[in-house]
């Protein structure tokens, strides 16, 4: 016999209503057990035993929800907001109420989000002692050091004197936004990265940043500590998880059962450890529709 539930807790975590709205629908027998009525909302309830029906609509219990998101610009990186729509609203075909983003994306950065209620997994993929790695697509302005990736190895301090941890940079080798393969980029390491070398040239270099922390904002911060400015980011990855090719900005879908199990037993390795050797599979680049915000 599963763990019981309060028959009240139940419906509220369904998205019938709040308590006090539920509780009145049991007092006006909208509520059954098993077809039979149901007034009394304190009652317990066997999820895997008993069939929970609300105005004639069965309500299955759900205890956890995973869902990947394509976040899209626009659109913030919280549960409930008085100025922009959330990334929770985009999941409309949730059944729970306790949905929530895991980590933030700022409202002008695209990618990869995964949206649960399952707060130790959260906490997991979130702490940096976990050694976690999230992988950035940026497009950067400005003339990119020579020994960028050397900096960002040995980690950046930042303009308000916060040293990041160590993070991996990767430099695309062409400016074209067709896509690329993994080993399309200049791998930018100590033996290349000096102290004044010559830098990449002006204009846009296509990146890629894996990192390991989620300071605010950090991946705009570590270019603006080198003298560049990111004008477009989007997250391809987070541990094991990576974000569909096809999937398009909006568009979500529930995790599989395999990527499930891969985040729940997945154990993180130091980012300065080889992360050219990681054979994580890498979306294409995409096509950035508009800027980022300045």
Excluded at 185 to 210: H, I, M, P, Y
Excluded at 280 to 293: D, G, I
Aim: proline share 3%.
């Amino acid at each position: 016999m599963g763990e019981k539930i309060r028959l009240d807790k139940y419906l509220v975590e369904m998205g019938m209503g709040t308590r006090s709205q539920v509780k009145e629908a049991a007092r006006k027998g909208r509520i059954r057990i098993d077809g039979i009525v149901e007034t009394d909302t304190s009652r317990k309830v066997d999820p895997d035993k008993e069939q929970v029906s609300f105005d004639g609509e069965d309500v299955s219990y759900v205890r956890m929800e995973y869902y990947v998101l394509n976040k899209p610009q626009g659109v913030v990186s919280a549960t409930e907001d008085r100025h922009y729509k959330t990334v929770v609203e985009l999941i409309d075909q949730k059944q729970r109420k306790d949905l929530f983003p895991v980590g933030r994306l700022d409202v002008d950065t695209e990618g990869l989000l995964l949206i649960t209620n399952d707060g130790e997994l959260a906490h997991r993929l979130l702490s940096p002692k976990h050694h976690v790695d999230k992988k950035y697509y940026a497009i950067v302005e400005g003339m990119l050091p020579g020994d960028a990736a050397v900096q960002f190895e040995k980690g950046i301090v930042l303009k308000d004197g916060t040293v990041t941890m160590p993070a991996h940079l990767k430099v695309l080798k062409s400016s074209g936004e067709e896509g690329f393969k993994e080993g399309d980029v200049w791998e930018v390491s100590a033996k290349r990265g000096r102290e004044g070398e010559e830098g990449f040239g002006k204009g846009n270099a296509r990146v890629l940043v894996t990192v390991q922390e989620g300071k605010f904002h950090q991946v705009k911060r570590m270019f603006e500590a080198l003298g560049c400015k990111v004008v477009y980011l989007k997250r391809m990855s987070m541990g094991p998880l990576v974000l569909d090719e096809g999937q398009k900005p909006g568009e979500y879908r529930a995790l599989t059962e395999e990527e499930l199990c891969l985040l729940q037993t997945f154990k993180g390795v130091a980012v300065d450890g080889g992360r050219s050797k990681d054979s994580t599979r890498l979306a294409s680049v995409p096509k950035p529709t508009t800027k980022t915000k300045r």
